[in-house]
């Protein structure tokens, strides 16, 4: 895999490189978002690993505009971790946030699950489930609500196909990010409440049909 390193500060790359070689990647370098946005013109990436505070243009800004022209999966590395920071991150379509300080193993093995996610098959088929003024068009990726196309994210699509697919089965955050974001360990059960906030936002009224199980974690009941 083709792996871009983002990040101001050359010690971080030093660090984030030799694990990526490692690991049998090539490995490439910019030390700002300016110079990622150029060098995600002119060539090809499997994945980005973008720093969010860099100077002249920050991880947020140059992700915004690479998004613009590539589909690359990108990794956020960051030692903001508020939630409105992941929550904007993952509004611009961002695969994965991790929190400075990080283990690079860590690191290595979110791109792992997230490089397994791009690769696992779409689903077949024609079905189209409606529950009241929610219409779910699973093979076509298209989500309505009372007759209004709702704009996803794509993991917000992965996480509602997966909750309505196991509907009336309570599921643990853990295996939640199991299955939809193909990690356990390296979860953060946070990661899973914030992206249920930001699809039930979306839904609207029909947000009541992603319960909360206190405690332990979530259900689609109708």
């Known amino acids: 895999m083709k792996i871009l390193i983002v990040d101001d500060e050359e010690m971080i790359r030093a660090v984030l490189r030799e694990y990526v070689e490692f690991e049998g990647n090539e490995a490439y370098e910019a030390g700002d978002g300016m110079e990622a946005v150029r060098l995600c013109r002119d060539n ?7 720093d969010v505070m860099m100077p002249h243009l920050d991880g ?7 998004k ?10 960051s030692a903001r971790g508020e939630e ?5 991150a993952f509004e611009l379509g961002v695969d994965d946030y991790v929190t400075k300080p990080f283990s690079p193993k860590e690191v290595m093995a979110r791109i792992n699950a997230v490089t397994k996610r ?4 779409a689903p077949t088929g024609n079905e189209i489930l409606k529950f009241e003024g929610l219409e779910i068009d699973m093979a076509g990726r298209n989500v309505y609500v009372d007759g209004v196309k709702a704009e996803l994210t794509p993991k917000e699509y992965e996480l509602l196909f997966y909750l309505v697919r196991n509907r009336g089965i309570a599921l643990t955050r853990e295996k939640l990010l199991c299955d939809v974001w193909g990690f356990d360990f390296y979860g953060d059960d946070r990661t899973v409440d914030t992206h249920v906030k930001m699809l039930r936002g979306n839904l609207k009224d029909y947000r009541k049909f992603i319960v909360t199980l206190r405690g332990l974690g979530y259900k689609f009941e109708v």
Request: net charge neutral; no cysteine; proline share 6%.
């Open 60 to 66: 947020f800004s140059a992700v915004k505009e690479i």
């Open 44 to 50: 090809d990436y499997d994945l980005i690993l973008m």
């Open 118 to 121: 791009r690769l696992q098959p």
């Open 68 to 77: 613009k022209t590539k589909d690359i999966p990108v990794i956020m590395l």
């Open 84 to 88: 409105y920071d992941k929550l904007f």
